[in-house]
């Protein structure tokens, strides 16, 4: 195994964390401040991209169908704040995931009814397209380049906007005393609609820019729901440090355990059994990270203690 | 209104009248989606235990689910093979009889979940949730990728096992075997739940630290009660497979995990019949809405939504209107 | 075990013959995808199936239709809804290997008959195979096995082939392993449902390989091919029909231009009932068909041949008339082998763009006349 095939492969890793983290930002941040487990930020993931991929077809632009995924799934998201989920918030979790289990189903199903049952088309840019020459005689597609890059913007852009905004101040504040809050005069109803539409354009945004290189598709944000929830556990709900180390963690995990495992076991065992038993392990290790990390910290890496 | 009691009767009867009156109609398929109803209803009654009265929201109760599901298909299997499934260090053969598999299903489960209790009772809230569907996907990863069990494929079994007695391809006799099963979980959780122990687990949900300051160790009391828990919808399981006369990974699904879930709080949480209230309610709109239109799944979810969103202790406490027993 | 098997299928007919079909009408129960995900392909079978149907014009055939949303479970309970209250005498339908496994032993053993419009698992091509069972697509194995005759003879000599990690992916890669003589450069079996796949790719890269092989059902493949597309590997490929049919194929996009596929179906196929098929089928909905509303198509008319020879409670006399596979198949020459699996020619083709749609061309015969390799171990 060459060089270069590692540190590609540990490039692949971090493009898949920074993916997760636009997902789990948005849901961690979404449970910490109103504690709520929305189990239908998957379905606003799928808005994205779908939204993303209809604006595409229709004008050409990529830049525009990222705004629109933007926007779509803020939108969608607001709508489903105020209409509904405002109304769980101080319900326990059991309806929360009873609720956002039916939202699923809507969505699911509604896009279909609009969008017809055949994956959509969308597709990186030109100016995206194709591998760049990294040094070390590493070729790595551009577009994985700037998924990176933008994730790691969108990873500092969080971090300012709730360590030095007023908005993150009041974020930081809901998350510690949700009544205290209130009685400082802030609307805090418009603060949770705020929130909520934050963490769901971060998941559309992710729906538009992963849907560009995978397929976009009725049902694609199931899969990356539960690696997002895998990735907010393990690094502390509520913590949006946390969901980044998480999120880098399980898209390291994720990548090289699939392509390593197989490799080590050869060493001892005959190719194909080696293959079998290996990709078995490999689709198992992110579950078996997680769980090894809530043993020896049960509430995450940086969540509060109990 | 009625009041809980009555509704708990007005169910059994349900439970009773309709598959008589289906064998009396000759309307097989009803029997076989009541029979659906209280397989899942018997699996919901599990979770219902650590989850209702224990206070643990488990999202990985599928795993007790397929685990159930693949020992009745392996034994079943093999007898159906004649192929020993262990020939060392001791002759294991198969078997197609319902009274030993089911006995090896709950054991197998109570042995699966006192470890994954032992791991995950030690977290809560949230964590638990997640803990525990992290212990269900690596169950379905392993199954998908187990070739000699069928993989994703799963295994079919030709012929429902045998029980002394009855001839279980008879879908009514088969249909009041589940019923007694069921019948006999909610007389054990209701025991359980009058029993010191019950009492103790409850009062250990609501103020951890009074139970503790009487000397008892919550840790032991929350971990039984999930294998128990975890026997029953092994049970099920066991049952389920019998009754599809098949067995695939899709029983490990987080997917179905949910919708024990989902019967549970339809229902309403810790309440004795919830689960089969839930069940019940669940398998009839999945059956009636399904011929509706393509998109039926749209209707379910608002109907679920309405429920959520307007009965604050599920379809016997919106019925009940006192209010649960326990908030 | 086979005495086994026929005690108990002796009993399950017993119990079931009691309330066989009362009148001369045919009844067919259709169980397939209609939501979620896979849904595309559940709905071209039908659309398919229903257009032959209607030209038919027929009205003695009734088709009752059930979503069974992709879950095995939903398939069994929808199966003993179809058989129990429906009372039908055929089973049709399903998309995937996994429910058809879950579904046709056990309706086969009540002695109805099944007609597969797509699954084809080895198994029941092989050791459980049935009578009353016929495949009108192809065996799982068939078009990976062209694939792999295709790049034999396009001369390649180290491919690099990868798969899902289920039943259908194994069988995927055993069957080009069987056609291609030429070296593995590597062999990968992913993760079920995986999206991304740049690992992969950087180990196809990094192999030395002349061309891929890969068998990505669904949303998998797309991701797949966009992926393999940017990532500056330019291999290459060669896959089943799977991933570049017409309802997939305008997702895939410009990634798939110029991809050679193996399909038992292309709409060029130069055949009279193909031209009115691809031309009825544009009229009736507005799109052109798939690889799988033409298996819809031809899984209607053969059994609409059977159902003019023979009255299906002749059950002998029905199934002969299914055996005999006498209707015009949008393929041209059709037969049925002896454990009843298709005997059919599989094409290469390659996609094009025919104006602003993706598309397929025939470009040439992979196999000729192909059966599968589980005859030998359905014991009929």
Redesign the interface.
């Known amino acids: 195994m060459s060089f270069v095939l590692i540190v590609e492969q540990i490039l692949n890793g971090l493009q898949l964390g920074v993916t997760l983290f636009l997902m789990s930002a948005g849901l961690t941040l979404i449970f910490g401040v109103m504690g709520l487990i929305n189990l239908a930020h998957g379905s606003l993931y799928m808005v994205g991209a779908f939204a993303a991929a209809a604006v595409a077809g229709a004008f050409g632009s990529f830049i525009l169908a990222l705004i629109a995924a933007l926007a779509a799934a803020a939108i969608a998201g607001a709508i489903v704040e105020i209409s509904i989920l405002r109304r769980l918030y101080r319900r326990d979790h059991l309806d929360q995931v009873l609720a956002t289990f039916a939202l699923i189903l809507i969505f699911s199903e509604g896009t279909r009814w609009v969008f017809g049952s055949f994956p959509l088309y969308l597709d990186i840019p030109n100016y995206l397209q194709g591998p760049v020459m990294l040094p070390g005689g590493i070729q790595y597609p551009l577009y994985r380049i700037t998924l990176i890059i933008l994730g790691v913007l969108v990873a500092i852009f969080l971090g300012l906007l709730i360590s030095k905004t007023r908005i993150g101040i009041k974020i930081r504040a809901g998350e510690n005393d949700r009544e205290m809050i209130a009685a400082l005069g802030v609307d805090i109803s418009k603060l949770y609609t705020m929130v909520f539409a934050l963490g769901a354009a971060l998941a559309g945004l992710a729906g538009a820019l992963v849907g560009a290189i995978q397929s976009v598709e009725v049902g694609m944000g199931e899969p990356v729901l539960i690696l997002a929830f895998v990735v907010i556990v393990i690094g502390g709900i509520g913590s949006i440090k946390g969901a980044m180390v998480g999120s880098i963690l399980v898209g390291l995990t994720d990548t090289l355990g699939g392509v390593f495992l197989p490799k080590i076991l050869q060493l001892f065992i005959d190719i194909s059994t080696a293959t079998n038993v290996g990709s078995s392990i490999a689709s198992m290790a992110i579950y078996i990270l997680m769980g090894a990390i809530l043993i020896w910290r049960p509430t995450g890496l940086y969540g509060s203690r109990l | 209104m009625m009041s809980e009691r009555n509704i708990n009767l007005l169910t059994l009867s349900l439970f009773v009248m309709i598959p008589v009156w289906a064998y009396m109609a000759d309307e097989p398929f009803t029997i076989t989606l009541m029979t659906r109803a209280a397989i899942f209803a018997l699996a919901a009654v599990g979770l219902n235990l650590i989850l209702g009265i224990g206070g643990f929201v488990s999202f990985g109760h599928a795993a007790f689910f397929g685990l159930g599901g693949y020992v009745m298909g392996i034994l079943a299997w093999h007898a159906q093979n004649y192929s020993p499934l262990l020939e060392w260090p001791l002759l294991i053969e198969g078997t197609n009889s319902m009274p030993v598999i089911w006995l090896l299903s709950i054991i197998l489960s109570a042995l699966l979940a006192l470890v994954i209790g032992a791991v995950s009772l030690k977290t809560s809230g949230v964590y638990f949730i997640m803990i525990t569907l992290a212990f269900a996907q690596m169950m379905y990863y392993f199954s998908v990728s187990w070739s000699a069990y069928g993989g994703e494929d799963g295994m079919s079994i030709y012929v429902r096992n045998e029980f002394p007695g009855l001839n279980t391809l008879d879908p009514i006799q088969f249909y009041f075997l589940c019923l007694m099963l069921l019948l006999a979980s909610l007389w054990l959780v209701s025991s359980l739940i009058k029993s010191p122990f019950g009492l103790a687990l409850n009062a250990a949900r609501q103020s951890p630290q009074r139970v503790q300051a009487v000397g008892l160790d919550i840790h032991r009391l929350q971990l039984f009660a999930f294998v128990v828990s975890g026997a029953i919808t092994g049970l099920a399981g066991a049952l389920f497979a019998d009754l599809n006369r098949f067995v695939s990974p899709n029983m490990f699904s987080w997917q179905l995990s949910g919708e024990f879930i989902v019967f549970i709080i339809i229902g309403g949480v810790g309440r004795l019949f919830g689960p089969v209230v839930g069940a019940l309610v669940f398998v009839g709109l999945e059956h009636f809405l399904g011929g509706i239109s393509d998109f039926w799944h749209i209707y379910l979810g608002v109907i679920l939504l309405l429920i959520v969103l307007f009965s604050k202790s599920g379809l016997i406490g919106l019925i009940a209107k006192k209010g649960g027993h326990h908030d | 075990?086979k005495s086994?098997?026929n005690v108990?299928?002796g009993?399950?007919t017993a119990?079931f013959l009691t309330?066989g079909s009362a009148s001369a009408d045919i009844k067919v129960g259709m169980i397939t995808t209609?939501?979620?995900?896979g849904?595309?392909l559940g709905?071209d079978v039908r659309d398919g199936f229903m257009l032959a149907i209607k030209q038919s014009g027929r009205s003695d055939i009734n088709v009752v239709i059930?979503?069974d949303q992709r879950?095995?479970?939903v398939a069994?309970?929808l199966a003993?809804?179809m058989i129990?209250?429906e009372k039908v005498d055929v089973l049709t339908g399903i998309i995937w290997?996994?429910l058809a496994?879950?579904v046709v032993?056990?309706a086969t053993?009540q002695g109805k008959f099944y007609l597969s419009p797509n699954a084809g698992?080895s198994?029941l091509a092989g050791k459980?195979c049935h009578e009353n069972y016929f495949n009108v697509a192809w065996q799982n194995d068939n078009i990976h096995e062209a694939a792999g005759a295709y790049a034999d003879g396009a001369g390649y000599k180290k491919t690099f082939i990868l798969a899902p990690?289920?039943?259908?992916g194994?069988d995927a890669l055993v069957g080009f392993k069987r056609y291609f003589k030429g070296q593995i450069a590597g062999?990968?079996?992913?993760?079920?449902?995986q999206?991304?796949y740049?690992?992969e790719i950087?180990?196809i890269?990094?192999a030395g390989a002349d061309s891929v092989f890969f068998f990505l059902p669904?949303?998998?493949g797309?991701?797949f091919l966009?992926?393999y597309s940017?990532?500056?590997v330019d291999l290459p490929i060669v896959g089943p029909a799977f991933s570049f049919d017409q309802?997939?194929l305008?997702?895939?996009?410009?990634?798939a231009l110029g991809v050679v596929n193996t399909s038992q179906w292309n709409k060029d196929l130069d055949n009279p009932t193909n031209a009115a098929f691809v031309k009825s089928f544009k009229a009736e909905y507005g799109r052109l068909p798939s690889l799988y509303a033409s298996q819809g198509f031809d899984t209607a008319n053969l059994l609409i041949s059977a159902v003019a020879k023979a009255d299906v409670n002749n059950t002998d006399a029905f199934r002969a008339a299914l055996k005999s596979a006498d209707f015009d198949s949008t393929r041209g020459d059709f037969s049925f082998s002896s454990n009843h699996h298709p005997i059919q020619s599989i094409y290469a083709r390659e996609v094009i763009k025919e104006g602003d749609i993706y598309t397929n061309k025939t470009i040439s015969v992979a196999l000729e006349n192909h059966s599968n390799f589980y005859t030998q171990d359905c014991k009929m």
């Open positions: 075990m086994l098997l108990s299928v009993i399950i119990a309330m209609l939501s979620g995900g849904a595309g709905i059930e979503d879950k095995p479970d069994v309970k003993d809804k129990q209250s290997s996994n496994m879950a032993p056990s053993a698992p198994v459980g990690n289920y039943p259908a194994k062999e990968i079996y992913t993760k079920l449902g999206t991304d740049a690992a950087a180990q890269r990094a669904g949303g998998m797309i991701a966009k992926q940017g990532s500056g309802g997939i305008q997702a895939v996009g410009e990634a």
